[in-house]
């Protein structure tokens, strides 16, 4: 008999590229930044990786979607990065969502959601707007804990 996965399985290549973006949200973290990374990848292979560098770069566009984006376009020579997939810990705010439909991002893969300013589900709906020109794909949840605890330890640390 063959067992066929269910649909609402994890692929297991999602799960290897958020482990990619988790470590930049790592990196991030030892930098003193929030820990959020985030990884761009076209043709099964990362084109892009950042994490946080708000703090470092003194530049409050330095998201980890942004800093990703920015270093897949210069990769591609192309500010449009049609059929990629980007993946990040932690649910898109408004500038970052707004960058994925300029870049024309296929897909977005993300941990979990930002109940204060996530621009996908949680206080906005971006991405599937019916208005705009572009739509992304999104799956959430994927390695949703560890993105979590990540955050959770950053702040507690903190305090």
């Not at 958020?18 to 930049?24: K, N, P, Q, S, V």
């Not at 990362?46 to 530049?59: A, K, P, Q, S, Y």
């Not at 970052?96 to 906005?124: H, I, N, P, T, W």
């Amino acid at each position: 008999m063959v067992c066929w996965p269910s649909v609402t399985e994890t692929p297991i290549a999602d799960i290897e590229f958020m482990r990619a973006a988790i470590a930049e949200a790592q990196a991030a973290a030892t930098r003193g930044e929030v820990p959020i990374g985030a990884v761009v990848v076209a043709e099964n292979r990362i084109v892009g990786r950042g994490g946080n560098r708000t703090i470092t770069d003194c530049d409050p566009c330095a998201h980890a979607e942004i800093v990703a984006l920015r270093e897949a376009a210069k990769a591609a020579g192309n500010y449009r990065l049609l059929g990629t997939t980007l993946y990040v810990t932690i649910e898109p705010c408004a500038m970052c969502a707004g960058a994925m439909v300029q870049a024309r991002v296929a897909r977005l893969v993300y941990g979990a959601d930002e109940a204060k300013g996530g621009a996908v589900r949680s206080c906005f709906s971006m991405l599937d707007h019916p208005q705009l020109n572009h739509r992304v794909e999104v799956a959430s949840g994927v390695l949703r804990e560890e993105a979590v605890a990540l955050l959770q330890n950053f702040f507690a640390a903190r305090r």
